[in-house]
């Protein structure tokens, strides 16, 4: 079985600051993880993917995660905040051999001027 | 604009009306999803197609049927909807089903669909 926990529905960063939205997977074989957001009225965009390479993954719009084994992580970080990443974003996972990907519930990122 | 366009983007139905919501890539995948998006709920699998062939049905209520004529398009027909079906519903596509690759989906903007 595999799941995804995303830890903080609502996360307001000041802009300039450092965003951290939390992810934690349960997998029971090497997993594929993906981070997604969905701007207003959009859907869902591809921000970064992890695919058993390197473990620190760089994605569009100065995001990054890293992958963590031992922590069953896959947290998004960009060192900067910026007005225009104000969205949700949703972890996903998909186990190595399975088709369907499984999201989580989602953490709606607000920028505060 | 992505390459998955969905239409309506917003659609309001009473409940004993039929409606269809469609789905259509510009980005020669083969593979095609419909994906059901309530507030604070994960997103919801409901459909999966693969070169036209169904290969998931997450226990989908027959009120909602699926219709996928060839790889580029893809159908939601409505019927007889009950209030708690409104959602966003998501079109994605990918390049085919793999199981052992990423995998990676695309998705359209989605229809709101409002049943009252």
């Known amino acids: 079985a595999q799941s995804v926990t995303q830890l903080g529905s609502h996360v307001s960063v000041s802009e300039g600051a450092l965003v951290l939205l939390r992810c934690n997977y349960s997998s029971s074989v090497p997993p594929y993880l993906f981070w997604y957001v969905q701007y207003p009225n959009q859907g869902l965009q591809l921000l970064l993917k992890y695919t058993s390479a390197a473990t620190l993954v760089k994605g569009i719009n100065g995001f990054e995660a890293e992958f963590k084994k031992s922590e069953t992580s896959f947290h998004l970080t960009k060192p900067s905040a910026h007005m225009s990443d104000a969205a949700e974003y949703f972890c996903a996972v998909r186990n190595f051999g399975n088709e369907k990907l499984t999201f989580g519930t989602g953490t709606r990122l607000t920028i505060i001027p | ?116």
């Open chain 2, 1 to 116: 604009e992505t390459g998955v366009t969905q239409t309506p983007r917003h659609l309001v139905m009473g409940m004993t009306n039929k409606k269809s919501l469609k789905c259509e890539q510009h980005l020669g995948h083969n593979a095609m999803y419909w994906y059901k998006q309530s507030a604070k709920k994960p997103l919801e699998l409901m459909f999966v197609y693969n070169f036209k062939e169904q290969t998931e049905n997450n226990s989908v209520p027959s009120r909602f049927s699926p219709e996928c004529p060839n790889s580029s398009h893809l159908f939601l027909h409505l019927h007889t909807l009950q209030p708690e079906d409104s959602a966003l519903y998501l079109c994605a596509s990918s390049p085919a089903l793999q199981r052992n690759g990423a995998n990676v989906l695309t998705f359209g903007a989605g229809s709101r669909l409002t049943v009252l």
